[in-house]
């Protein structure tokens, strides 16, 4: 059970829709394989998958008389065929980091080659600085020659550390911070980082290398019937929101860099499966397979996306036309799990176009006069 909103937007800010159709495996012999994370910026989507194939989605819309859609345009397997578990897009340096079977690779985007540089081993997770992900392509000078980039900051948790690197046109590697082992989530923002295990919360300080708790993932008495999973959100360059399961709902808290708490709080009657930011908005995605959008501002819900139909029902029409949204919903494409069951919500920083039938109708083919010189 949910929370509807008490005051509903006359316009809801989300509408769920459908991006890419199956994914079918190359051949026969390939096995069922379905999807565990994607990525997505401007009119390509990457998608990761269970057989550890990368593959990329590009938005048709070369025929006027024919309506958009998601389309595969290339598809490569990573090293060991290992499951594809993390996509992190560096829109700057027109770079992928890909995370599979604890290592790191890299790779260019839009074209997913593979870049000529070493994986990075003994990966238990990472985090690229926040601020870095959100700066733009690179831009041309003057005279059509490419600026300089800015280098991109992240970190890399091991099972005794913190590795820092800096990546470029190469990876460099800069130190290591000693670190208790069992940190599962971690998000960068600046010079710091927040970083969870299965018990708490902390902010690790990069450049003092001091770290401290904030607050327990769980602060239920009675031992609790599923495993609360640790759910950390970059809000902006100083804060992050962080997810508390009380025993009976869950508490989203908005934290400082020197985790002061700062806004309001958000409550979900349950543990959300994911949370995503796409301001003003959090959204969240519940056990129930509902997903529910929380004002930043306000902390009210503002909508609330029902569970999908069932699957005897009919597919919604192909969409015709494009806009601009950052954050999607995942569903598996595995034949022993409910192809229906929502799996994941994904944030793309930089944005993507999302096909869509809104205003279709002011959509029309005219004839253009064309001057012979």
Known sequence: MTYAPQNPVDVPPFQLQRLIPEIEPLGPSSGKIYLRCAQALGSEIYAGCSNGELIRFALQADDPNKLQSYTIISRQSLPGDKPVDEIVIIPSLSRALVLSDHQIYFYIIPSL?????????????????????????????????????????FCVVKRSGIAMFTLKDRLVYTKEIPLQPGTIVARRTGKTMCLADKAYYSILDLEAASIFQVLPVSQAIDETPFVVKPSITVI????????????????????????????????????????????????SLLPNNTIEIHSIETQAIVQVIGAPAPSSSPRPSPPNSASHRRSSSTN?????????????????????????????DKLRTVPVKLLRT
Not at 118 to 137: E, G, S
Not at 338 to 356: A, C, E, K, Q, T
């Open 113 to 153: 080659d593979p870049f000529p540089m070493k994986p990075i081993r003994n990966v238990v997770t990472f985090a690229v600085d926040d601020q870095h992900l959100k700066r733009p392509f690179p831009s041309l000078s003057a005279v059509g020659l490419p600026l300089p980039t800015e280098p991109v900051d």
């Open 332 to 360: 598996s494409k595995s034949g022993d799990i409910d192809p229906l069951r929502r799996l994941n919500l994904v944030s793309s920083i930089g944005g993507y176009l999302v096909p869509s039938t809104q205003r279709s």
């Open 236 to 283: 902006s360059q100083n804060e992050y929101l962080i997810l508390s399961w009380t025993g009976a709902s869950t508490l989203g808290l908005f934290i400082t860099s020197e985790g002061d708490p700062v806004r309001g709080t958000l409550e979900w009657p349950s543990h959300p499966e994911a949370i995503c930011l796409d301001y003003p908005h959090i959204t």
